[in-house]
């Protein structure tokens, strides 16, 4: 892959997990660098705001000392497609890659001006193990327009939401569960001084 190859990967990151992190990774080895946020997506329901989820997010790329990988919060916009204009201009030179875990592929053509987002960008569909991808939702989005990809990584199956609902420590990177307690959210700051007592 091109070193003018740039990955855009937005992330609720709500809170980031085990998943996130070898994305993250993943998409560095594949791509050579990427650049991510935290985003407010409008067909989601956050447990935690954006600026500490954004917080959550550069504490796990931080503890990845990889310089391949780095936080861009002025990318993020409830709509992706300003995202990729907010990304071109930044980068007019780069090839950028939008990536999105394929749990979210068929949501693609319910955004915001999807056929413009996808003719500024070349496309790529992460699968998620344990989430089934609906086969007719590549077609579709190749016939908006998109150059599309899919790419196999070795991702654990670990869900923010469902770590929202049922907080499980083995799916969060420890240096990410220092900061949920610290911060008190989704109740974990209120689970562990029960557990202490």
Avoid at 19 to 26: I, K, S, V
Avoid at 86 to 111: H, K, N, S, Y
Avoid at 139 to 156: F, H, N, S
């Amino acid at each position: 892959m091109s070193h003018a190859t740039l990955a855009l990967f937005g992330t609720s990151a709500d809170p980031p997990t085990l998943g996130h992190r070898a994305l993250l990774e993943g998409l560095a080895d594949h791509y050579g660098e990427v650049a991510t946020w935290a985003s407010d997506n409008p067909l989601k329901q956050h447990g935690a705001p954006l600026e500490l989820r954004a917080q959550m997010l550069n504490t796990l790329i931080r503890s990845l000392n990889n310089p391949q990988i780095h936080l861009e919060q002025e990318l993020s916009h409830r709509w992706a497609i300003e995202t990729m204009r907010r990304a071109a201009e930044r980068w007019p030179q780069r090839t950028l890659v939008f990536v999105v875990g394929g749990d979210l592929a068929g949501q693609i053509p319910r955004w915001h001006q999807p056929q413009e987002l996808l003719q500024g960008c070349q496309l790529a569909v992460v699968p998620r193990r344990g989430y089934p991808m609906d086969p007719g939702a590549l077609e579709t989005l190749r016939q908006l327009g998109a150059e599309l990809e899919v790419l196999e990584l070795a991702i654990p199956a670990s869900a923010s939401s469902e770590v929202r609902q049922q907080p499980q420590r083995d799916a969060i990177p420890e240096v990410i569960w220092s900061e949920l307690l610290k911060h008190n959210l989704y109740g974990l700051g209120q689970q562990a001084q029960r557990t202490a007592r």
